[in-house]
């Protein structure tokens, strides 16, 4: 159980494009999702968190209005990254979680999505 | 504010070895640390979870420890194979957010 998926896995796109990324909870209900990045060797930065239904909690430095967050369902949240470039390449996961925003939950991480703007 | 090392940033060992991945925190307020495995451009697999309360966790060849008070958790994993190679994150929970350790990249040879 709790298994979270993402698509597209890998992405390729042309510089000023936008690019969503989807991130579903197969088997339970996510009342919050966490979007993170993760720079080449480095670790994962946490960028924002959604709980369904209302607006996204960004991390300081992370511009709200290029990276677009909608959490519409208990299934389903997206990330859409706005006019991309290719400072924004990067390997994009989420995670989600059946609890909202406590403590001692456990996240559940999807496969990760590629993004590489040329 | 809450930070996470890992140490070593790098380990290549033997095939066969035992060895130990270190996890260090500055804030001992957390809820649970849980220790991943990263594949080169992969996503994370979820080894072991220890809650507060708890001192370790086992799976196989694997233990994890947590020592709240010193700010430490190991990884110990025994019996390393080729397959074991992999980047190791820790990553502890707190206010809701995970926040990742800096990884170990263990590289085991056959």
């Known amino acids: 159980g709790a298994v979270v998926s993402q698509h597209p896995s890998r992405v390729i796109c042309k510089s000023g494009t936008s690019v969503k990324i989807e991130c579903r909870s197969l088997?339970?209900?996510?009342?919050?999702m966490f979007w993170y990045r993760q720079f080449p060797k480095q670790s994962l930065m946490l960028m924002a968190t959604?709980?369904?239904?209302?607006?996204?909690?960004?991390e300081q430095g992370v511009e709200k209005d290029k990276f677009l967050i909608n959490h519409a369902s208990l299934t389903l949240s997206t990330l859409t990254v706005t006019s991309a470039h290719p400072e924004d390449s990067s390997f994009y996961i989420c995670?989600?979680?059946?609890?909202?925003?406590?403590?001692?939950?456990?996240?559940?991480f999807g496969p990760g999505t590629r993004l590489l703007v040329l | 504010k809450q930070e996470v090392t890992q140490i070593p940033a790098a380990l290549s060992v033997p095939e066969g070895e035992n060895l130990v991945l270190n996890c260090s925190f500055t804030?001992?307020?957390?809820?649970?640390l849980q220790w991943f495995r990263q594949d080169p451009g992969k996503g994370l697999t979820s080894l072991l979870l220890?809650?507060?309360?708890?001192r370790e966790q086992t799976s196989g060849r694997l233990n994890a420890s947590l020592d709240k008070s010193s700010g430490r958790s190991t990884l110990y994993i025994a019996a390393s194979q080729p397959g074991d190679s992999a980047t190791y994150l820790c990553?502890?929970?707190?206010?809701?957010?995970?926040?990742f350790g800096t990884g170990t990249r263990l590289k085991v040879l056959a």
């Open positions: 995670s989600a979680t059946n609890l909202r925003g406590t403590s001692q939950e456990t996240q559940y």
């Open positions: 088997d339970f209900q996510a009342t919050t």
């Open positions: 959604s709980n369904e239904g209302s607006k996204a909690t960004y």
């Open positions: 804030d001992s307020a957390i809820y649970n």
């Open positions: 220890i809650q507060s309360s708890q």
């Open positions: 990553a502890l929970s707190g206010t809701y957010k995970y926040i």
